[in-house]
Nanobody, 120 residues
Framework: QVQLVESGGGEAQPGVSLRLSCAAS????????MGWYRQAPGKQRELVAL???????NYADFTKGRFTISRDNAKNTVYLQMNNLKPEDTAVYSC??????????????WGQGTQVIVSP
């Protein structure tokens, strides 16, 4: 089976940086698109950023240049560098992998999420 595991979340002061990681494991030949989503308390889950296997990226407006998504295709791992964190960044951040090519075809998978809390 395919599993996505996030890491790097935690508590942070406003203005500091965190880097999230998400590693996909299993018998995986390739992953077309990997991305990060977040869900703040009392709000809907929203897209943070996407990155394709070729390195094309798509960012939500609220990132304002503070966040950078990257990936290591050889390791099936995606990263989210978050700089100048703000209290409104507090959320559970979840990793998504789409177009995951395995022995049974293509699929979509989610990680369980990692919590980011930004407060003084």
């Amino acid at each position: 089976q395919v599993q996505l595991v996030e890491s790097g979340g935690g508590e942070a002061q406003p203005g500091v940086s965190l880097r999230l990681s998400c590693a996909a494991s299993g018998i995986i030949f390739s992953i077309n698109t990997m991305g990060w989503y977040r869900q703040a308390p009392g709000k809907q889950r929203e897209l943070v950023a996407l990155i394709t296997i070729g390195g094309s990226t798509n960012y939500a407006d609220f990132t304002k240049g503070r966040f950078t998504i990257s990936r290591d295709n050889a390791k099936n791992t995606v990263y989210l560098q978050m700089n100048n964190l703000k209290p409104e960044d507090t959320a559970v951040y979840s990793c998504n992998a789409d177009g995951v090519f395995t022995t049974t075809g293509f699929g979509n998978y989610w990680g369980q999420g990692t919590q980011v809390i930004v407060s003084p």
